[in-house]
């Protein structure tokens, strides 16, 4: 399965349901990124490639005729195979990733070797899976492979089951005495690393695929993530295990974790990974690939707070981006084009679930675009969010020579204007523009562009500043002169700018900046520090009139600043800007910054 998939019915629930079944996990091989041996290459940028879950999930007609799940054999592997290096190979695309079930046969019977390894199905691949791979090598492409963690229910053979290169040691000495269960399935035995025998489980696994010359392994289910937490889900053990594995077998393999994982782990994921899932399945598991609903949207929401921890050898994984097939997809034209637009400027890598035989002309363009292509694969960094997760966002990047990176994205689902005020992006004056999806040069635009979005669509652009830099005036929220209403009160933070910050702003908390001074009336972008272990909503308003709602991104952790910028309406001298909780529980605030002028 992909991802986190595995799944039949609501897509969570299924993934239980199938999983169990199917021992679980999607995986593609890739070069671990933590590894001594690794090559600093691996995971120099994001990758790109395709991935069989998307349509091995899908009810869409035809894909799955022998039952669900069966899209997944050789035959389909290696006609996507030709597909990709006949239209994608030419801009970049590398990675031909075989999801969960290549060990299973079609009613979800795993099959394992004498060594309790995962074994091809003679049925699905009757070739077997070295040759597989040697045939992806041969049009010039990396092959990927995928594995569930843990040691597999069906190989455990009673405890009997020898472990390869490891004599004495039998699949009894690897796993704890109660047989508790790990991965996002429970359709494992966790593997207890303090025991001898253990390692070489993973040793063998890793020498198995290295063999064969997969370049790329998913590895899935793993937690803290995958919906599971506890000590019985923590698989940090095993990762940092495979980590070890793949270097020692000599060949450069890409390791990607799989799914939702656990952001407080995030230094884990970079120590023994290429590459870790943000998020859950963006598969369907509907009579589409995907949907907006379930669960492409989600990912505004979910992805600002891992956007710090991506970067040359390892990267935030969003999932298949399945934008090529038109109705397959399941998506609008625009809703397509915001999907491709957020991977790219995240630096997620960038790997279809498409049908690669029968892409649509839109899908192709939207796959192939040059420009956006080099900016997720550049030396740009992932850009985030400068504005409120509100159904209008801006998203921003500074780019190494001196441009941005700007995206506007409608999220709501109806047409609405977005802005981009180039004070959020700390410049102010003239701009020119260039969209990058149209490859038009658009001219200069002083202080702001406006665009009308269709429900849920985007824009994508370069601004490169021709005006002036700004200046700030900064307040700190803890502030003698600022006012504290209700729970909100001043706590130490280590991260916050002059180490204080005000929290406990909830159920009608306030805190009020006064003698807020500008020069002149306007409206003013006001960059506001917080931070938020989750997204959290504040009222904002500004001397005692009408305040409006936003939703601040979480940071990821309560040990994090993050910044938005809000607009307020300010009179000329001196002003009031209040943070109202209202009936819920808002951010931390760390201080606000006013631009000196409008």
Request: glycine residues 10%; hydrophobic residues 35%.
């Amino acid at each position: 399965m992909r991802s986190s998939s595995y799944s039949v019915m609501p897509a969570r629930t299924l993934r239980a349901l199938v999983v169990l079944a199917l021992a679980a996990g999607a995986v593609t091989v890739a070069p671990t990124a933590g590894a001594e041996t690794a090559a600093p290459a691996l995971a120099a940028k994001p990758y790109m490639g395709w991935t069989s879950w998307s349509m091995q999930s899908s009810k869409y007609p035809g894909l799955n005729p022998d039952g669900d799940y069966s899209y997944l054999t050789e035959a389909n592997v290696l006609k996507q195979s030709d597909a990709m290096a006949a239209k994608l190979k030419k801009f970049g695309y590398e990675y031909v990733n075989i999801d969960a079930g290549w060990w299973m046969d079609k009613t979800w019977k795993s099959g394992f070797d004498g060594y309790g390894r995962q074994k091809a199905d003679p049925v699905r691949f009757p070739s077997g899976m070295k040759s597989v791979a040697d045939r992806i090598h041969a049009k010039g492409l990396k092959a990927g492979i995928y594995l569930p963690a843990g040691l597999e229910k069906g190989a455990y053979g009673e405890g009997r089951t020898p472990i390869w290169n490891a004599d004495g040691c039998t699949t009894a000495d690897i796993v704890y005495g109660d047989l508790r269960t790990t991965n996002g399935w429970d359709s494992s035995y966790k593997l207890d690393f303090s025991r001898p025998c253990t390692a070489k489980y993973i040793d063998s696994q890793a020498r198995l695929i290295a063999d064969w010359g997969y370049d790329f392994l998913k590895l899935d289910g793993v937690g803290p993530g995958s919906g599971k937490s506890g000590d019985q889900y923590d698989n940090v053990a095993d990762v940092a295990a495979w980590n070890k594995a793949i270097a020692a077998t000599g060949r450069p393999i890409h390791l990607e974790l799989s799914w939702s994982l656990d952001i407080g782990h995030a230094a884990d994921w970079k120590k023994y990974s290429q590459g870790w899932r943000v998020d859950t399945d963006v598969e369907c598991y509907c009579n589409t690939l995907v949907s907006w609903e379930n669960s492409v949207d989600d990912r505004w929401d979910d992805t600002p707070a891992w956007t710090r921890h991506a970067g040359p050898g390892g990267w935030n994984d969003l999932d298949s981006l399945d934008v090529g097939n038109g109705e397959m997809d399941g998506l609008t034209k625009a809703e397509r084009q915001s999907y491709a637009t957020l991977w790219a400027i995240a630096k997620s890598p960038l790997y279809t679930g498409d049908d690669l035989t029968r892409l649509d002309s839109y899908g192709l363009s939207l796959l192939t675009n040059r420009e956006v292509i080099a900016l997720n694969q550049g030396a740009a960094p992932p850009a985030h969010p400068v504005t409120p997760s509100d159904p209008q966002q801006v998203w921003a990047a500074k780019n190494p020579d001196g441009t941005y990176t700007v995206a506007l994205f409608n999220l709501a689902d109806a047409p609405a204007a977005v802005t981009a005020d180039w004070t959020t992006l700390g410049f102010t004056g003239k701009a020119t523009v260039r969209d990058l999806w149209n490859h038009e040069n658009l001219g200069t635009y002083k202080n702001r562009i406006t665009q009308a979005l269709p429900a849920h669509g985007s824009r994508l652009f370069t601004v490169t500043p021709r005006g002036d830099r700004l200046t700030w005036t900064g307040i700190e929220a803890e502030s003698a002169t600022n006012t504290l209403a209700g729970n909100a009160s001043v706590a130490d933070c280590s991260a916050c700018s002059d180490g204080k910050k005000v929290g406990n702003v909830y159920l009608g908390g306030k805190l009020t900046f006064n003698d807020v001074l500008v020069a002149r009336a306007g409206t003013y972008q006001i960059k506001v520090s917080y931070i938020s272990g989750d997204a959290r909503s504040v009222d904002v308003s500004a001397n005692g009139g009408g305040a409006t709602r936003h939703k601040l991104p979480a940071t990821g952790d309560w040990g994090t600043v993050s910044s938005v910028y809000v607009p307020v309406a300010l009179k000329a001298g001196s002003n009031t800007i209040t943070f109202d909780s209202g009936t819920g529980y808002a951010p931390d605030i760390d201080r606000i910054d006013v631009p000196k002028s409008s």
